[in-house]
């Protein structure tokens, strides 16, 4: 139902411009009309991204690391998206600068920010936020930096990246080559949003295994079990789950569950027995009213114009004089 799609994108306020898209044109095929699909392909990406990348999420992750000041929330997903790659290098830059204190004159690099998704073409603020979030994966030192970066720096960069998803991530979101991002073009900016998107949901919402908040701390997979999928089930139960108990135990043995046989007190006992005795009473009262003679005949029509119509008895002498 090509119109419902249409309708569910503009309910989430994504539309679509293009004035000559209609459900005729999508369910043309001879010929596919592939500019018309193509356009609905990217308005589901944009909703993807706008749906995983909220900025009250993004800002709530970013404060989570960030010694940045309460700030109001991104206008919309992409700047929230751009604002969590900066504070994720910033907060790298403040590691390295941490670590080069107690080792010398160690070279920090210049992460610079970014205000624009043209300026990630060098992958260098792509692979800082991996190295912030996965230091084991990928060292900050593999990074290569420079103040005019050359293609084969960018494209050495962007196969960092690109390993990384390959080969760390339970699953590829890296859907694109190197080249596609280091020579940005306005049809790859889309896919680019929903990279970010990608990887804010593998390393924030459902972080990886190879995902540490500190390079020091342990692995979130030794404190909270994940799934094949990377899902952690018991991020929120710091403490072991007590076990439901059997309200069941006392049943007896015939029953499916395990117990002991219930036993009843001596006066529960006593007052059961009473009430049998006495409903053993009345049924045998109303049994005996109920009794059948064998010898006594069962009355028939013949018999009663035989027989008197009752006893006679007395009433003449007592008969007193009537008013009639």
Same mark, same amino acid.
């Given at each position: 139902?090509?119109?419902?799609?249409?309708?569910?994108?503009?309910?989430?306020?994504?539309?679509?411009?293009?004035?000559?898209?209609?459900?005729?044109?999508?369910?043309?095929?001879?010929?596919?009309?592939?500019?018309?699909?193509?356009?609905?392909?990217?308005?589901?990406?944009?909703?993807?991204?706008?749906?995983?990348?909220?900025?009250?999420?993004?800002?709530?992750?970013?404060?989570?690391?960030?010694?940045?000041?309460?700030?109001?929330?991104?206008?919309?997903?992409?700047q929230a998206l751009l604002l969590w790659v900066n504070e994720a290098n910033l907060a790298l830059r403040e590691r390295i600068q941490q670590e080069a204190k107690g080792q010398g004159?160690?070279?920090?690099?210049?992460?610079?920010?970014?205000?624009?998704?043209?300026?990630?073409?060098?992958?260098?603020?792509?692979?800082?936020?991996?190295?912030?979030?996965?230091?084991?994966?990928?060292?900050?030192?593999?990074?290569?930096?420079?103040?005019v970066p050359t293609v084969s720096d960018r494209v050495r960069n962007l196969l960092l990246v690109h390993d990384f998803c390959l080969n760390s991530l339970p699953f590829t979101v890296?859907?694109?080559?190197?080249?596609?991002?280091?020579?940005?073009?306005?049809?790859?900016?889309?896919?680019?949003?929903?990279?970010?998107?990608?990887?804010?949901?593998?390393?924030?919402?459902?972080?990886?295994?190879?995902?540490?908040?500190?390079?020091?701390?342990?692995?979130?997979?030794?404190?909270?079990?994940?799934?094949?999928?990377?899902?952690?089930?018991?991020?929120?139960?710091?403490?072991?789950?007590?076990?439901?108990?059997?309200?069941?135990?006392?049943?007896?043995?015939?029953?499916?569950?395990?117990?002991?046989p219930m036993i009843a007190s001596p006066s529960l006992k006593k007052s059961h027995s009473n009430h049998q005795t006495e409903t053993h009473i009345e049924i045998s009262k109303s049994?005996? @009213?109920? =009794?059948? $003679?064998?010898?006594? %005949?069962? /009355? *028939?029509? @013949?018999? =009663?114009? $035989?027989?008197?119509? %009752?006893? /006679? *008895?007395?009433?003449?002498?007592?008969?007193?004089?009537?008013?009639?």
């Open positions: 139902n090509n119109w419902g799609v249409l309708q569910v994108l503009a309910r989430k306020g994504i539309y679509i411009n293009d004035a000559h898209l209609t459900e005729t044109v999508l369910i043309q095929t001879n010929p596919i009309k592939l500019g018309a699909h193509v356009s609905v392909m990217e308005a589901l990406m944009a909703l993807y991204a706008k749906e995983v990348a909220t900025p009250d999420r993004v800002l709530a992750a970013v404060q989570r690391f960030s010694q940045a000041h309460q700030r109001p929330p991104p206008a919309d997903h992409e004159d160690v070279p920090v690099p210049d992460l610079k920010r970014v205000s624009d998704l043209n300026e990630l073409c060098d992958g260098v603020s792509l692979a800082g936020l991996i190295a912030f979030y996965c230091p084991e994966e990928l060292p900050w030192r593999s990074i290569t930096v420079n103040k890296f859907h694109m080559m190197p080249e596609d991002i280091s020579y940005m073009r306005g049809s790859m900016r889309p896919n680019l949003i929903v990279f970010l998107a990608d990887m804010f949901n593998v390393l924030e919402i459902h972080p990886a295994k190879c995902v540490r908040f500190d390079k020091g701390a342990a692995l979130l997979t030794e404190a909270y079990p994940r799934n094949s999928q990377g899902v952690a089930h018991r991020r929120c139960l710091p403490q072991s789950v007590s076990a439901i108990p059997d309200l069941r135990s006392s049943l007896d043995s015939n029953s499916s569950f395990s117990g002991s049994e005996e @009213s109920f =009794v059948v $003679h064998r010898g006594r %005949g069962v /009355p *028939t029509l @013949s018999s =009663v114009i $035989h027989e008197a119509a %009752g006893k /006679p *008895t007395h009433w003449e002498d007592t008969r007193r004089t009537s008013y009639a």
